[in-house]
């Protein structure tokens, strides 16, 4: 299996595709590089697509794990460097290089377009987060008090199942996200994923008109999907935030947060050229 050392951890990650164009990937939470399989037909041509296993995810490993480091967080010059390394790696170190993520995913990339615009050519948002700041995960990543609550619940099965019934009920999330949740919190391992994922992206938000403007600058296509029945990034986001973008498009889905399937593979290959 394919890996990549940096000062701070071992990343793994997945390939797909024959394209001469480099595409690097970042899936959502509870998910593996393996999630954006299912789109290699469609950008498989085009793109050689490098898929990471995120944080705490799959077998990307951080060497320090402690509390303290995760509370420190991860920043986004750090992590662009650590891509940049990797590509170096893959002697594509001088090439401009695209981007696809989901979800979560997608504040890894928003990272890179932030530190690194004029090296990226094309990006591709999934049902993003970061480009308008959660109020829930924001406070439970920077608030002292409400981190500390959110790590006892680590702990507390029962509790979290509580609240995520809260959350669907007062539709704060879909039902596929619902699903997907309460799949995923099943053992205490998959909740302290969950911590240490929200807890370690806590320094990777940005400035909404400022990426706005780096995005501009450096002339990077764009292309956002979102579905119409996702309630945790609802469409509304997507629309508020291309209405500002020279080079973009706007892809909204009959679907909740749960994009990353078949459907969205045949969009994809229907819109190539958009």
Known sequence: MPYFSSQTAQYHYHVYGTGKQILLAF?????RGTQF???EEALGQKYTIYSFDLFFHGE???FDTS???VKKSINKKDFAQDMLSFLESINQHNQKFSLLSYSIGSKLALSLISEIPNQIEEAYFVAPDGIKPNLLLETGAKSKIVNQIFWKLVYSPKTVKYLLNKLFRFKYIDASLHYILSKEFTS???RLTCYNTITYFAELNLNKKLIINQINDAE???HFYFGSKDVLFP????KDFTKNLKNSNLHIINDGHDLVNSHLNSLMKATAND
């Open 60 to 62: 990307t490993k951080l």
């Open 37 to 39: 399989r299912v789109l």
């Open 67 to 69: 509390r303290k480091a």
């Open 27 to 31: 899936h959502g939470f509870g998910m």
């Open 188 to 190: 205490t391992e998959t």
């Open 235 to 238: 469409p509304k986001i997507g």
């Open 220 to 222: 990077i296509n764009t």
